[in-house]
Structures are given as structure tokens and as C-alpha cells.
Nanobody, 128 residues
Framework: QVQLVESGGGLVQAGGSLRLSCAAS????????VAWFRQAPGKEREFAAA????????YYADSMKGRFTISRDDAKNTVYLQMNVATPDDTARYYC?????????????????????WGQGTQVTVSS
């Protein structure tokens, strides 16, 4: 079992930066793939970024590539999402998700249905 707790959300002005954290329990967390998804009111859940365990391969949604950076510190059992040049369109609740076994492809890791564990989310609001 893995429990995930997100933090770091808040209010940021357009053009600003924010770093989200996803803290996990579980001794084998370093082997897990972890992803960030987001969901705005009235919209479907959207993939943002993913990082694999071990190889540390990263994947991004096209709209976030170059602005968002996903990273992990397995000594702290934590995955981060650095958000830069925020825009009002980034306003959403951000969730982290994890899966122990996976195919290391963008197609697989960007699919929210593939993830077994989810956090409660953290709200990000970008003001214009």
C-alpha cells in the first residue's frame, strides 16, 4: 500500500512559479512510476507529467513541456512538480498518482486509469 499526500498549492500570479510536492509512504516507493494530473472545474482530469522509478525517465503533456519539471527524491519519498511561467489555464486541483509495475511509455503513463494510488490533491490558482 502506498499513501500519497500532495502539498505546495496556493495562489500565484500569472508568470510566477510554484513547486508542488507529493510525499509517499512505502519502502519500495523508489520503484514506482509517479505522475501528476490536474482537474479544473467542469473539465476532465488531464495528464501533466510522469517520472519512472529507477531510470527516472520523464514524460510531459505537450502544453506543459518546457514550463513544468517533474523530479523525485527517493531518499525523501517525494516527487515534485515545478511549475514555471504559470498561466490562468493552469488553475486546477493537482493530484499525484503512483503505480508499481508499468510500461515505460508516454501512452501508458499518461493514462490516469493505469494508476493504483492517488492523493487527495492540492489546489493551484493562477491569477491574471
Amino acid at each position: 500500500q502506498v499513501q500519497l499526500v500532495e502539498s505546495g498549492g496556493g495562489l500565484v500570479q500569472a508568470g510566477g512559479s510554484l513547486r508542488l510536492s507529493c510525499a509517499a509512504s512505502g519502502r519500495t516507493f523508489s520503484r514506482y512510476a509517479v505522475a501528476w494530473f490536474r482537474q479544473a472545474p467542469g473539465k476532465e482530469r488531464e495528464f501533466a507529467a510522469a517520472i519512472t522509478g529507477g531510470t527516472l525517465n520523464t514524460y510531459y503533456a505537450d502544453s506543459m513541456k518546457g514550463r513544468f519539471t517533474i523530479s523525485r527524491d527517493d531518499a525523501k519519498n517525494t516527487v515534485y512538480l515545478q511549475m514555471n511561467v504559470a498561466t490562468p489555464d493552469d488553475t486546477a486541483r493537482y493530484y499525484c498518482a503512483a503505480r508499481g509495475s508499468y510500461f515505460d511509455t508516454h501512452w501508458f503513463l499518461s493514462n490516469s486509469a493505469q494508476y493504483d494510488y492517488w492523493g487527495q490533491g492540492t489546489q493551484v490558482t493562477v491569477s491574471s
